[in-house]
């Protein structure tokens, strides 16, 4: 996917093409005058900041010289009336250079277009998965044991898998601490997982403890899952698959 | 007479979409009224002028459409969601979730309804694997260190998304009524019975009585198929939109 968009590479070929040409034109060419000033109407003076006035007058000065510079730009020629198009009078008041009042945090990112460069991964991966699904289940029938019995207690009876680990702790703790409290201090953590650690940093390798704990945790319950799924038999006793067989239903 | 038939095409095609219909289903400046050739304001338009919009921004930055940063994980979590919704509405047409009804349902549906195995399977098959994408997904983040500011809340959100899910999967799982439904629920309630304090009190709201029976069912049922999905909906829908308003996907790392 870090293929540029063909639009962006034409862009940047004319650009280049542009400023090829443009360097050849305009070799020497004088910097573009600063914005044309008005001429003041006599009766307007007494309102106008006498420095501006004067900025106003020596750019003009400088105009009338700018078109005879060799391949420069023309500069445009001043108005010949003082009004503007609703007989309004137009005026230089001031000019404020960027960046003297905008500051600008925000950086330019590479962007690339949802369409097609997401949806299309997207599509991709929900079609993967579909066909994963449809093949693995034509082939792998989703258990139906014979009907609930109340009276007849399978050995072992298992939670579902996901599970599996709380009553894999039911063997070594009292139930309320296998079944309540060590699995809703974990949860509760997990929630406060981002007002606990106020390290700012994304990079794994700059937050060496908080990926270690968080590894630990997950293979703390991976380990019990797998415990509880494959080594545990009848009277859920700890058994190996390959000697006494699956005690598994998924 | 190809040309005949494909000026009559035309017709239609213009009749078609000059409708009121078409019109306020595809706006200006849709690619249905139009056509498509490939432009950048095509590219926003495919996007800006559909439904996409409320999940997906025009542009994404680049780094977040590699497949080897998000591995697909929360996309695919939420396109399971929908595989589970659509095979779980046809599985509902042949089920009735009564002590007496229930199991023979499930068995004339894998044995008489046609497709009624298949999609049994795919929705059992698809929500077992639905928990574990989004228990990747939480990894996934985590690892990322996304759960940072601005995002913690998002994070908050996933974590009960993720409970969510556990508990839409274990309601599911006694409906088929038979021997390894009723033992793991047995089994679930019990531990969820040790609730310090109110532990009872938890047992019977979750069994609907002293022990799983018929009501017990019925309570699960209504459960797995309305409210739960009902709730993980506006978590889901909140989880989207703070996607968006914390500035997108998190990294580069």
């Given at each position: 996917m870090t293929e540029i968009p063909e639009h962006l590479l034409r862009r940047a070929k004319e650009a280049r093409e542009r400023l090829e040409g443009g360097a050849e034109g305009a070799a020497g060419g004088a910097p573009p005058p600063e914005t044309p000033p008005p001429e003041t109407p006599p009766g307007d003076?007494?309102?106008?900041?006498a420095h501006l006035l004067d900025r106003a007058r020596s750019a003009a000065d400088q105009a009338s010289v700018a078109p005879a510079a060799p391949g420069g730009p023309v500069a445009p020629?001043?108005?010949?009336?003082?009004?503007?198009?609703?007989g309004h009078t137009q005026r230089l008041l001031t000019v404020v250079k960027s960046g003297s009042i905008q500051d600008v945090k925000a950086m330019p990112q590479d962007r690339v277009h949802v369409w097609p460069h997401l949806l299309l991964g997207e599509f991709v991966a929900s079609l993967f998965i579909t066909a994963f699904l449809l093949i693995f289940s034509v082939f792998v029938n989703a258990p139906l044991l014979e009907l609930a019995n109340v009276n007849e207690t399978p050995n072992p009876s298992k939670a579902p898998w996901y599970f599996l680990g709380l009553q894999e702790l039911l063997t070594m703790f009292h139930p309320m601490v296998a079944g309540v409290t060590i699995p809703g201090i974990a949860l509760f953590l997990l929630i406060l997982a981002p007002y606990i650690?106020?390290?700012?940093?994304?990079a794994p390798e700059k937050r060496k403890f908080a990926v270690s704990l968080m590894t630990v945790h997950l293979m703390f319950w991976a380990v019990l899952v797998m415990i509880g799924s494959f080594?545990?038999?009848?009277?859920f006793n700890f058994i190996f698959p390959w000697n006494d067989g699956l005690f598994f239903d998924f | 007479m190809g040309g005949q038939l494909g000026g009559k095409a035309s017709d239609l095609m213009g009749q078609m979409q000059g409708s009121q219909a078409w019109v306020s289903i595809f706006r200006p400046g849709s690619i249905f009224r139009k056509g498509y050739t490939d432009s950048p304001r095509n590219r926003s338009y495919v996007i800006m002028n559909s439904v996409l919009y409320h999940l997906h921004p025009v542009k994404v930055k680049r780094h977040g459409v590699r497949v080897s940063y998000t591995l697909c994980l929360g996309g695919l979590s939420f396109f399971l969601f929908i595989l589970l919704t659509v095979t779980g509405i046809f599985l509902m047409f042949f089920y009735r979730p009564t002590a007496a009804q229930a199991w023979d349902d499930i068995y004339i549906l894998q044995?008489?309804?046609?497709f009624g195995l298949l999609v049994r399977n795919i929705h059992r098959w698809g929500a077992h694997l639905m928990v574990l994408t989004v228990f990747l997904h939480m990894a996934r983040v985590f690892y990322h260190g996304a759960?940072?500011?601005?995002r913690e809340f998002n994070w908050v959100i996933g974590v009960i998304l993720l409970t969510l899910t556990l508990l839409l999967s274990f309601t599911g799982y006694l409906l088929p009524w038979d021997q390894l439904a009723l033992w793991a629920v047995t089994v679930g309630t019990n531990m969820m019975g040790f609730t310090p304090v109110f532990g009872d009190q938890v047992r019977f709201v979750l069994l609907s009585g002293v022990e799983i029976g018929t009501d017990t069912l019925l309570r699960w049922y209504v459960l797995h198929v309305l409210m739960l999905p009902f709730v993980l909906i506006i978590f889901l829908a909140v989880h989207f939109w703070r996607v968006r308003k914390d500035g997108g996907i998190s990294g580069p790392l």
């Open positions: 003076e007494e309102k106008i900041p020629a001043a108005p010949s009336a003082p009004t503007g198009p609703g650690d106020r390290n700012k940093e994304n080594f545990r038999g009848p009277g | 044995t008489e309804v046609a759960y940072k500011p601005p």
